[in-house]
């Protein structure tokens, strides 16, 4: 293939960004027809680019070994096409979902601009480019969050400078790597993390899992849920930052570092995945808004993918991999559902919706295979992903990373029965009586979505041998089994068998739960959320029944609490009061040193200039 | 041909005021116009292929007799001429809807040609006492440029501008008259060789403090910063941008500069000496900015960070630190005059400068918003815009030059310089529009033009930025680079 | 005489940093200059001393007291024209003044030492031109700067007015 045309799915996505921007915002139909026309020819170069041969292509640029680099080959060959995919989907989903936003243009402007700069990030061959695209997508998630409206500035400044952090700690780890190594192609440096290298290591794992939302990078996205237009929401976190950030951690994982077993990094990246994954379902567990509780999902599944890459062996990675192109899938259909829900409800939250799966079958057929999927239920794809992370972690020895996985996998579930039952089932809620079906560009992308997950996991032979096993094909050691495909969809292994019996399990605490919170009040729906957390506690410490209910509440309650007072919220209250507060100082006490009186400027000048000399004269010895 | 470059603006700048009479608007604008585009077109067209085969000496003439004027171009001097051009374009064309409220506009133009004539002049020297000449020519126009509004706020600050600028002007004499006594010349050529055959490190190295507290005052470099807060603000909007854009930097960093690396020689103490300045400078100005509530002031204290970059950057005295310390100096001269004709367009048509009377005015003036996004984006260093590249490599020739922490505090500063952008955006331009600026309408064509034309410059160049490296900037970045060769070159003429 | 005169110079120059009332501080500057000339004559740098009292003590502190002078009161500008007169008259008398004791000077300094024979003038003008096209904008600035900030418009819409 010609090394040039690798900047076509660059400059494509940029050309219709500008069109949008520069085309005025009376023209309505011409915007979207295009949009949406752009974004299927995105699709079919992805589609043609892949099972090309390697290619490279060169601009000289800085000179100093900077050079505009890009590189084609089997990992970014797989992400373009989700890429492309997910921006054809998100804008189609758009054109009704955001018809007749005030901001239409600079919507589809920055949309457009993010997959340009996703494109480039995940073709670049050079670490400048590489963090000139990242940087870039700062800015367009900055401007996409603030499109949700008033209350989303706050937000998008918050997501910002948490962005920002992590970048900075990326671009800081580029710079010990290029010291340690000498170059700056990324296809030319593979390092055992050792010493300065492992500081470098860590600072870009920082800067990848800050993109894909881990724990504590992830406070932005439960804000946004609220404040974002949804179709971002499905688009940059819940997509587009975990197909980035994870793709970006397999490089460094199995790229630009040698990852061992069990070595130090690696059990790093294994207990922050694990921590992500428990900390972040527990809080998903007890919120009551759809969204909101979508976006902690979001946050847990990172765990997954993480724990999957840090064990550093095959099936792990390729599970972590896996479950990274599944989450992106099922995670964007739940939220395009929800924002189906919205629009036609006008409210996600859980208390006042009900019983709508006969009024949007569509839409509650989607979320329901989603949220399925998520769940891990077999044959889904999310199951066989799900099953190779915890085969990776139980290879490892340290078995109680596979503990909390399977402990995500329990209140995932609940929290997904408890979702699906209050929005989908039950008795109708009363302001919710006059609800239709939404219109086909929205069921639509919901649909495949959720065929795609079904494929992927029933066929999962299908990615598995296309998509993720060349990626390991220059990893793994010779001789190494890296064929999964025989027993991604096995039941009968012990493994496996505790992941249904964890799926029962959580079943089991929802109806309970269920029953309980009727018995109680059954319209109420707050007992919901806390019946299932006390199950999950009952069971789990071997089943005493009533006397410890409230207490387990309680527990679980202030638990919830406490993660959220005193995690949650002092890793925010950083970002918010200390840096800001650093700054309003230093500012104070230099205005007040400009008081304007004269005598004072010439004194400084007249030291200024003693000091100086006096500088000269003693560097000069 | 040189010449050109200093006599058309004074000769225009005499006939003005008399043309004046004639026409009280129509044909100062358009000769004005006229005049710094022919310029602009000189620079480019015919003084660039001077200078193919390396810098040359020009000697002017007087009716076929020569002068005893020789004036210096090299890839350096072309490369400031082009910037003081481009600025002074862009500034006029704004001049003429802004300065119609102030009255006397020929008048006006005629200063703002005398200050052109006189950096153009500071820039083809090829001696001290022309430096220090040409120096004061330039800043007695702006003292009366500062105080062309004729409040009494104006006056004070040109007053303490004048009284500061005095005592740097003592200063670089007091240096000039010492290297004068030493090498018994003045010219570049003469003090080079002059200073190479005497050992005399410590008396050069006085006389290097004097000229950085004397050039240090023109750059508001810290501390010698303290009147640009209050001149520049004051100053009538194109004038601000004139000053922050080219006047500091010309008068201030570009003779410095010259100085240091073509005529003493950069040492090592000095380039200590430098860097700290520029970071000192760089956060000093990062952080006073951030408190301001008047955009001017805010951008004024910015022209204080954004000096220090510039100066980090040359301070450096490697060939990519040069080659970022300059393209960071022209990026400057484009986003900085951008964003104080933005904040002229938004007093002229609120009548403030206070940004929390400001808010939402994206609504009402949207060219002057998105000018300024552009503008306050590029000047954060937020890729792909110019502002990125030159602190990008700035940055880099820290971290090759083995100097980590000042690196890491060059990217410090840049993110403060990002947070009180993202604030001055937020309070001027965005959110929800008060009530008193509905009906506000967007800057005239002429202002708007000006506006539109620096932010594509801004893209542009961040886009194409190798192209601006290898056509402008590596000939003036080889001149420093060359050292004192420089000026030992020129002795024969 | 050289101590008082240096004290004086010394006094005024601080009194022009300290004051903070603008026009006490301008006119300290200019009996400041005033005092630096009277330095120089005494020394024999005779044509310094003229270059210092035309241009620091007679053009540009003039310019600044009168300016300041006119603004005060809160800024309302003084409503007699006599202004209008008399600083042109005596802008006029210190350039006649100024020209007469320049070329009288310039004819008698001889030349700056080491820079080969002849007087100030053949000097400035044969060796020096450039510098003399600076010292012309130099001065041309300040005249128009006399006439931009002496202009008999109302300033309009100027916030400060």
Known sequence: MNPQNLLIPILLPLLLALFSFLLPRGVKRLREVVSVLGAALFVYVAVAFFGQKETFFTLPWLGHGINFELRLYGFSQFILIALSGFTFLITLYSTVRMAGDPRIREYYGYLFLTSAMAAGAVLANNLVPLVFFWEGLLITLYALITIGGKASHRTAVKAFLIGGFCDFCMILGIAILWSQTGTLRMSDISVVPQGLTAVSFYLMMIGAIGKAGSMPFHTWIPDA???????????????????????MLARICLDLFQLEVNSAPSLVLMTVGALTIVLAVFMALIQKDLKKLLSYHAVSQVGYMMLGIGTAVPIGIAGGIFHMINHAMYKSGLFLAAGSVEQQAGTTELKKLGGLAKAMPLTALGFIVCAAAISGIWPLN????????????????????????????????????????????????????????????????????AGLCVLFGVYNSLPLKLFIQPILAGHAAPGEHIDFTAHALAVFNPIALISMGCLLLAFGLHLFGFKRGGNKAYLASEPIHRLPVLHTLYDWAEARVFDLYEQGIKFIQSLSKFLFRFVDRPIDAFYEKVVVGAGRACTGALKAAHNGLYANYLAWTVGGLVIIVWAIGALLR | MLFLFIIVPLLLAGLLPLLGKLSKRFLPDLLASAAMLFLLVLSVVSAKPLIAGGGIIQQAFWFGAPLNIRLLLDGFSLFMLFTISLVSFAVTLYSINYMDHYGAKANYYALLLVMIAGMNGLVLSSDLFNIYIFLEMAAIASYALVAFGRGHEELEASFKYLMLSAVASAFILLSIAVIFGMTGGVSFGTVAQGLKTLNVKYVVGVCSGLFLAGFGLKAALVPFHSWLPDAHPSAPAPISAMLSAVLIKVSGVYAMTRIFLNVFGLTPALTTVLTVMGVVSIFVGALAALGQNDIKRMLAYSSISQIGYV????????PL?????????????????????????VEQSTGTRALDKMGGLAKVMPLTATTSAVASLSIAGVPPLNGFWSKLLIIIALVQAKMHVLAVLAVLGSVITLWYYLVLQRYAFFGKLNEAWQGVREAPFWMS??????????????LVFPFAIHSWLQPAADVLGQGIGVALNFIGF | MHLFLLIGLVAFSIMAVLSRDLLKSAISLAVASIFLALVFFHLGAVYAGVFELSVVAGLITVLFITA?????????????????????????????????????????????QGAGSGTFSQVLWNQRTFDLVGQVGAIFAGVLAVLALFRHDSPKGDSHE
């Not at chain 1, 688009?235 to 980035?244: G, M, R, S, T």
């Not at chain 2, 033009?449 to 961040?462: E, F, I, K, P, R």
Request: with cysteine; hydrophobic share 55%; aromatic share 10%.
């Open chain 2, 321 to 345: 630190g040069i080659i970022g310390g300059l393209f960071h100096l022209f990026n400057h001269a484009l986003f900085k005059s951008l964003l104080f004709l933005n904040a002229g367009a």
């Open chain 2, 311 to 318: 100066v980090l950057g040359l301070g450096i005295g490697t």
């Open chain 2, 449 to 462: 033009a000006s506006m539109v034309l620096l932010a594509l410059l801004c893209v542009v160049t961040g």
């Open chain 3, 68 to 112: 300041i002078a006119l603004t005060r009161n809160d800024g309302e500008v003084a409503e007699s024209k006599r202004h209008r007169i008399v600083f042109p008259l005596f802008f006029l008398a210190l350039a006649v003044l100024d020209i007469l004791v320049m070329r009288k000077l310039l004819g008698q300094i001889p030349a700056i």
């Open chain 1, 382 to 449: 999310g199951f066989v992903s799900k099953e190779m992370v915890f085969h990776g972690s139980y290879e490892t020895g340290y078995t109680i990373f596979t503990i909390a996985a399977w402990l995500g996998a329990i209140l995932t579930f609940a929290s997904f029965l408890k979702a699906g039952h209050s929005v989908f089932f039950g008795p109708r809620g009363l302001e919710t009586a006059a609800v239709k079906e939404s219109k086909s560009p929205i069921t639509i992308p919901i649909l495949v979505l």
């Open chain 1, 225 to 247: 849920a609220v404040d974002a237009p949804v179709a971002v929401m499905a688009f940059i976190p819940a997509a587009l930052e975990k197909l980035l950030g994870i793709y």
